[in-house]
């Protein structure tokens, strides 16, 4: 079964997978707490990149207000965790269907109507900005002064809750990461992804052929949509406050695309490369400068742009194909 699934992967390439999959589960053994914490904001993005990437990567439909079904993950599960006691697992059962739904009737609205390229881009932004200033008046989980969890006990571990030390929070989201790295390996491999790949390529002969492409972009929406809403619930149980402005916003939608398109649209490897590459020199450059004692306000915000362009320019198919070719691992080859 594991041949089958990793068929086409070089035997190389699959060893570099195992080493580093062994090298992130004995990392909470090894680093300290400052470094544990950066690593799951890293594999917080590579998981929500990945599910990201099923949208745009596989079925080319752009979403820019992804921060969406964040949102109404995080704060379906909070509060049906702080309201009525509700465990984040239970939580779960509830935010996908939320999440899907609302990514159901984006897709309709937008498929059905013919609204793509661009305009699909912006009903998305739409969508996320009705819910930001929505949940800003939603006095029942705290508007815009914010939905606050029980602070966690850091001394143990209680999974059931999802309240505990950062450790079991790392390990939450490596299991994400690599179910999510499966299930993506699984559908490129699939009858679905290969009609996905179609439409990406193009809709018009892709729909000439028989596909139907409107139910197979709406598959990849909700299926999306479906999967970003987990990480919502783990946004809101690892941090344990949310405030709209901070969930919806336009900013944190372009953050959680970042990591696909510098990794590489499209590819396995990319938004976990993407993530690493990103979060990890945005937080050595901030360590540099709180070194120096130096405050650059936005600098974050500069670095990001600062790593797009170089990719537009120099690597437009993103890090991950350019380093696949140097490892001979097949070029754009996930």
């Known amino acids: ?99 899907m739904t609302a990514g159901a009737i984006i897709g309709f609205l937008a498929f059905r109507f013919r609204v793509g390229g661009v305009y699909f881009a912006i009903l998305t932004i739409a969508f996320a900005e009705f819910a930001r200033v929505g949940f800003d008046h939603f006095t029942w989980v705290g508007g ?50 290969t009609f996905w790949l179609a439409i990406r390529e193009d809709e018009e002969a892709a729909r000439a052929i028989g596909i139907d492409t409107f139910r197979y972009k709406m598959y990849a929406v909700v299926l999306s949509a479906g999967m970003t809403s987990l990480a919502g619930v783990f946004f809101a149980f690892y941090y344990n406050n949310l ?36 979060t990890g020199l945005s937080e050595t450059m901030h360590a540099i400068l709180q070194g120096l004692g130096v405050d650059v306000p936005g600098a974050k915000q500069v670095f990001y742009g600062l790593c797009l362009l170089f990719v537009v320019m120099a690597l437009p198919d993103g890090v991950w194909p350019w380093v696949a070719r140097k490892l001979g691992l097949g070029g754009r080859k996930p």
């Open 144 to 193: 815009s002064s914010g939905f606050f969890l029980p602070v966690a006990n850091y001394t143990t571990s209680d999974l059931w809750t999802l309240r505990g030390r950062p450790v079991m929070f790392y390990y939450l989201i490596l299991t994400m990461v690599v179910i999510a790295f499966v299930l993506c390996r699984i559908l490129l491999r699939s009858r679905i992804g």
């Open 1 to 99: 079964m594991i041949a089958a699934l990793f068929e086409g992967v070089l035997r190389h390439g699959l060893a570099l997978l195992v080493v580093l999959f062994a090298a992130l589960l004995a990392a909470p053994y090894i680093v300290n707490s400052y470094l544990l914490a950066i690593l799951i904001i890293i594999l917080y993005y590579a998981y929500v990149g990945q599910a990201w990437n099923i949208m745009m990567g596989f079925a080319g439909q752009l979403s820019l207000g992804h921060a969406l079904y964040v949102g109404l993950g995080a704060y379906t599960a909070a509060a049906l965790f702080v309201k009525f006691g509700l465990s984040p697992w239970i939580g779960m059962l509830a935010a996908i269907p939320v999440a």
């Open 243 to 278: 405030f709209p402005e901070q969930v919806f916003n336009i900013a944190r939608s372009i953050e959680l695309i970042l990591a696909p398109i510098i990794g590489g649209i499209g590819t396995l490897f990319g938004p976990i490369l993407g993530a690493f590459l990103l």
